[in-house]
């Protein structure tokens, strides 16, 4: 990876729906050139994806929250995914630190979010020492 391949990952982050001929324009190479550069990153797997990103509030989930959550070790993986399983979870991961699994929560309001909580996310087998924090505002992503 060079500068010209950084600049592009970072125009593309900004908006995955640039135009490759604006990206040319920019770097100063042409169309084919950035095409090229984009599908190697794509081949390595340095781009895994092209996503929108979306207002959580706009779609009626007044409600964010990081969830940390603990779980019997023998249940990691097995509540990792029944965690994913979960509609209003948006991201999961595994963790080293404080928490085992970590999980971003959409909820319609903070009653909801305890309902999430109590009756699905806590439900799940081995799960322990759920531990929310609400998101008040987001300052980057």
Request: charged share 35%; hydrophobic share 40%; with cysteine.
């Amino acid at each position: 990876m060079d500068e010209k391949d950084r600049v592009i990952i970072e125009l593309l982050v900004s908006d995955s729906r640039r135009p490759f001929t604006e990206i040319a324009e920019r770097i100063g190479v042409t169309e084919a050139t950035v095409r090229n550069r984009v599908s190697s990153l794509e081949e390595r797997g340095i781009i895994k994806r092209y996503t929108v990103q979306l207002d959580h509030k706009k779609m009626g989930y007044r409600t964010k929250a990081l969830l940390g959550l603990d779980v019997e070790p023998e249940n990691l993986i097995e509540a990792a995914e029944k965690l994913s399983e979960i509609e209003e979870v948006r991201n999961v991961a595994t963790c080293a630190g404080d928490h085992m699994l970590m999980a971003e929560i959409w909820a319609e309001d903070n009653s909801h979010l305890g309902e999430i909580m109590s009756e699905k996310i806590g439900k799940i087998e081995g799960a322990k020492n759920l531990c929310p924090a609400i998101v008040m505002e987001e300052i980057k992503g």
